[in-house]
């Protein structure tokens, strides 16, 4: 079992995990790749406050979808569709992106998006909750992504993880959320959240079942690797 860090930092303030200087250097080589429709997508969510991965992630998760040939991908929480058009770029003609949200506005909008540049019919959006939606659907994945509420983040795990195949991945989002995980005494943005992610961070570095990393990018996004037999 993994010795896992308590938090260590007491200033409560906000960290930003990579310096934005870094950031800004590693998206100005990716910034004038992938379809025009991305752009719209990232203005939208800008406009309305919306929480999508950033491009470096997008093409972060497309990269380790390639690695292992992934064909078929649940993701828990996929909004409009933004983290789903890596995904889909990724698994291929024959592949499937199964997505789910509980706002059915957001699949008009991801149907649109998705549309637009030939993907849509890699996808097979649900609208409902989550772990409804994974109940309900038979089969192991090559990828479970999570980005639902982050209080559900345990419980998104524990479904999860017996449902990857050998070999497959685990990748959630927001798994530094906003360096609060290494805060003691941290102001929460919402309450349990920070509490919920540290324990959902504990529980996959303490799974014997899986190699785990975390990349910083953004808010830190957690990779967790099945072992193969």
Not at 34 to 52: C, G, R, S, T, Y
Not at 99 to 111: F, I, L, Y
Not at 117 to 129: E, I, P, T
Request: aromatic share 10%.
């Amino acid at each position: 079992m993994a010795n896992i860090p308590s938090p260590a930092v007491s200033n409560p303030s906000e960290i930003v995990p990579v310096n934005p200087v870094i950031e800004e250097y590693m998206r100005g080589m990716v910034s004038h790749s992938d379809h025009p429709v991305l752009a719209n997508m990232e203005a939208l969510a800008k406009e309305n406050n919306f929480p999508i991965v950033n491009r470096l992630v997008g093409i972060f998760l497309e990269i380790q979808a390639k690695m292992i040939n992934a064909k078929r991908v649940f993701e828990f929480g996929s909004g409009y569709g933004y983290s789903a058009y890596w995904f889909a770029k990724a698994v291929g003609a024959n592949g499937e992106v199964i997505c789910s949200d509980s706002d059915t506005q957001n699949r008009v909008k991801a149907e649109q998006y998705l549309t637009s540049v030939s993907l849509w019919d890699r996808v097979d959006f649900r609208v409902g909750l989550a772990q409804e939606i994974f109940g309900q659907t038979e089969g192991l994945f090559d990828i479970c992504y999570n980005d639902v509420d982050k209080g559900d983040y345990p419980v998104i795990w524990l479904m999860a993880k017996d449902r990857i195949r050998s070999g497959g991945l685990y990748i959630a989002d927001n798994v530094l959320w906003h360096g609060r995980v290494a805060v003691k005494n941290n102001t929460d943005m919402l309450p349990g959240c920070t509490k919920a992610i540290i324990e959902h961070n504990r529980l996959i570095f303490s799974d014997s079942d899986f190699d785990a990393f975390i990349n910083p990018s953004r808010d830190g996004v957690v990779v967790a690797r099945r072992k193969t037999v």
